[in-house]
């Protein structure tokens, strides 16, 4: 998925935020408001080098450890062990990182989902192409942020 992309998936990740918030018994504002932010966070911890304005190569190599499964969730369960303001912060970090992840997923390239140096794609040639098919993964990811967050107690304005 592009940039661009991933940041519409920011909706469905803030209520994806305010609803793992809400069931740990954290903010749920702080979690929907990391959440939101962080859908890009995978990519740019990488490093990228840019010039001329084209990514050049990075730190970390492209979707390895920064897009591997077992690091979020790792993240995830500090967060809730923390509880509080930081704790809540952790957690909408790791969601909304986990929600890059499941983006990039279906693409050709895949992610490493067991080992985080082995890329593993969907099927022969994964499922569809970054930067296809963008606002419509959006508004279903939305959609399924929202009904996990009313099914999890969610209201609006509580903190
Ligand atoms: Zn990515």
Redesign the pocket.
Known sequence: ?TGRG?RWTGVGAAFLGAAAAHLAHLPELIGAAAAAASTTV??WIEFPVYRNGQRKGALIT??TVT?WPPLWLALAIFGIHEGGFTGALALGVAIGSFT??LA?APNPMGIPWYWPTKRLKIGKKGLWRSGEHEPFLALVFATFGFVVWSLAGGRILTM
């Open positions: 998925m991933h995978p990519d492209h979707r897009h890059h992840i990039d």
